[in-house]
């Protein structure tokens, strides 16, 4: 554990202090998932070598680039995009609340939605 932290400070400085990244295994982290762009959340299961291995809410798991891992930072009000009712579609919102994966969405259009946080995502 102590050898994954001294690496992963080596990660940072070497790739700067610019960007945020995951400090330890079991931190909730946000992914970009297979580089799409979209920001969703996980768990950091390990850190070695510059790459992550990410937990995702949903399921999904990855190893990322450090560069492809910032720190959890929802909170009530942060503006993310959801699965309205797991149809497929993701339409955006505001968090409105929080208790761990439960998430309280108000969306643009006024709907009103309680889902998880595999089921959001953010820029």
Do not use: H
């Not at 297979?34 to 070598?49: C, L, M, P, T």
């Not at 939605?113 to 089921?119: A, K, N, Q, V």
């Amino acid at each position: 554990m102590i050898r994954n932290a001294f690496i992963l400070l080596a990660a940072i400085i070497a790739l700067g202090s610019s960007s945020a990244y995951a400090q330890t295994v079991g931190d909730w982290v946000l992914g970009n998932y297979q580089k799409s762009g979209y920001w969703f959340a996980g768990i950091a299961e390990s850190i070695n070598g510059g790459k992550v291995t990410i937990r995702y809410d949903d399921g999904e798991r990855e190893t990322v680039s450090l560069r492809d891992v910032r720190p959890y930072d929802w909170m009530i009000g942060s503006r993310v995009e959801c699965n309205f009712k797991k149809a497929g579609e993701w339409y955006p919102g505001t968090i409105a609340s929080l208790a761990g994966e439960k998430v309280g969405i108000n969306y643009d259009d006024g709907d009103k939605e309680t889902t998880t946080t595999g089921l959001c995502r953010s820029r």
